[in-house]
């Protein structure tokens, strides 16, 4: 991008991160649906990524904290019928809203490039045990086995990747200084200036 005479602007980074978290979740579940499918699963993508959820007991990580923040807005249980619902949008909520936070901090620097999303990744697979594991929700990471933190943190890896590449994209393509194509530094051709 050269130098970057207009800046992406702080809410061009956060709907930009946004999207590229929606991108990045996409990543991550893909890598996490062929380690299902490696392992002997045997549904279908859609069926995997939107399970039936009929009670809470059964609910994912992402569905428990929608819960937990839920129950505690409204100061109200939520029935068993809001399992699926609940679970299903916290999946990709969060996939978003954290990559909301890479889109302002990726945004910020002079040339945003696709790798800083690999550590990023990283950082929201640690932050996640840490703060599931307050939540109760997780045990302490050094209780998990060493296959299964490498598991996840590879999925979360492809998130970072995912949403690095996705918001590098757009910055290069939508947030471009005007006057000039994607990949040129100087105005477009025909213009002045």
């Known amino acids: 991008m050269g130098n970057r005479k207009h800046p992406i602007t702080p809410l061009a980074a956060v709907v930009g991160g946004l999207l590229a978290g929606a991108v990045g979740t996409v ?16 549904d279908s ?7 039936p959820v009929d009670s809470w007991e059964k609910a994912p990580d992402p569905g428990q904290v929608g819960k937990r923040v839920i129950e505690g807005f409204t100061q109200r249980e939520l029935p068993d019928s809001w399992a699926w619902t609940t679970s299903t949008v916290a999946h990709w ?3 978003s809203a954290c990559a909301s936070l ?11 490039h696709a790798v800083y999303g690999v550590p990023f990744g990283a950082a929201v697979w640690a932050s996640g045990y840490v703060a599931l594991g307050i939540g109760g929700l997780y045990k ?3 209780e ?17 990747a995912g949403t690095g590449a996705s918001f590098w ?3 290069k ?17 025909g213009q002045s200036g």
Do not use: F, K, N, Q
């Open 45 to 51: 993508p859609l069926a995997w990524e939107v399970p």
């Open 93 to 95: 909520c969060y996939g």
């Open 102 to 112: 890479y889109g302002i901090l990726a945004g910020s620097l002079r040339r945003p």
């Open 140 to 142: 302490p990471i050094w």
């Open 169 to 171: 994209l757009l910055a």
């Open 144 to 160: 998990y086995d060493a296959r299964t933190l490498a598991r996840d943190l590879g999925a979360h890896l492809a998130y970072g």
């Open 173 to 189: 393509v939508l947030y471009a200084p005007s006057g000039t194509s994607p990949g040129s530094s100087g105005p477009l051709r």
């Open 27 to 42: 990543c991550m579940d893909t890598v996490r649906y062929l380690m299902y499918r490696r392992g002997g699963g045997e």
